[in-house]
């Protein structure tokens, strides 16, 4: 049987096991080197304060949010874009 990608589809070493993580939006366990990671950025203030705080010089922390998405959800919510027809194999 042939094989569509020699990589399997996943990113990483060849060590073989990764750890599972689960899919932020449908809840799928995916292999870790298989989901794709998004980092967003938390706004602990909304915009109006942010505003205020910024014109008198605070600094403000943004802490960023990992999430994990599988493909098939990553294709879904554009995080993620297929292929060119002409690019992909088979």
Known sequence: MPK???SGGKTGSRKGHYSQVQCSKCGRMVPR????????RVSLVDGRMYAELKKT??????????????ISCAVHSHQ????NK???KG
């Open 80 to 83: 993620i874009s297929q292929r």
């Open 4 to 6: 569509k990608r020699r």
């Open 57 to 70: 010089g605070t600094i403000i922390q943004t802490p960023s949010k990992k999430k994990y998405y599988c």
């Open 33 to 40: 080197s298989k989901a794709k990671a998004v980092t967003q």
């Open 86 to 88: 002409d690019l992909r």
